[in-house]
């Protein structure tokens, strides 16, 4: 499904394609970049593409995967929301930066128009973030989107048959404007 394209000042979020597949796996094949994420790091880039495409196929009332790129055309993450149950308006987002790219601002930049998209078009009322809690970075950016910090789920992650607690993070319609 294509998603919406949404630009910042720096930043152009669109639907990833296969085309992305390279430039997610400078985030998707790297260790100290997946150590939190819900998936193992690809093993080469063939296998980020294939995930990329799964994604793609996924039911896009369930899942969506914007690829973020700097207005000349540098991929530098990806932003997705997934677990999107209609009924209950509830969805969980999921970003990533390639590691070269980090502390730039860059997911701060990116995350306000789809969280916006999400509350809007999607008709959602609660925005989940589930991180780990040694994952600061996205426990800082999380905060700094204004999530408020719920509490620690135990063992709520299964990677590789290795469980993982998270902290469930919020934000609700009414608390964004
Ligand atoms: C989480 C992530 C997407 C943040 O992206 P980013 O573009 O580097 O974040 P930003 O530059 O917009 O920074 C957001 C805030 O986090 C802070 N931050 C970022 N990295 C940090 C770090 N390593 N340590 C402490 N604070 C950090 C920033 O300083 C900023 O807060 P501040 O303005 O109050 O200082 C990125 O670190 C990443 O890809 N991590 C690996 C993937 C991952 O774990 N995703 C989340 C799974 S739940």
């Known amino acids: ?12 979020v669109r639907s990833i394609t296969e085309h992305d597949a390279e430039g997610l796996h400078e985030a998707y094949g790297d260790a100290d970049a997946m150590r939190h994420w819900d ?15 799964l ?3 996924a039911d896009p009332r369930w899942h969506g995967m914007w690829a973020v790129q700097t207005h000349a055309g540098r991929f530098v993450g990806a932003i997705n929301y997934h677990a999107h149950n209609e009924q209950q308006r509830r969805l969980a987002l999921g970003w990533i930066v390639v590691p070269s790219c ?7 930049e990116a995350a306000p128009p789809v969280i916006s998209h999400c509350f809007t078009r999607l008709n959602a009322h609660r925005i989940e973030a589930r ?9 800082r950016l999380a905060a700094k989107l204004r999530f408020t910090e719920e509490g620690l789920l135990r063992d709520w992650l299964c990677v590789a048959g290795e469980f993982r607690n998270v902290v469930m993070y919020s934000l609700l319609r009414t608390e964004w404007s």
């Open 39 to 53: 998936l193992p790091p690809s093993v080469d880039v063939s296998q980020t593409a294939e995930r990329i495409r």
């Open 102 to 108: 980090w502390r730039q601002g860059l997911m701060t």
């Open 1 to 12: 499904m294509t998603l919406p394209v949404f630009e910042t000042p720096r930043l152009i």
């Open 55 to 57: 994604s793609a196929e």
């Open 131 to 139: 991180i780990e809690p040694e994952n600061v970075s996205s426990r």
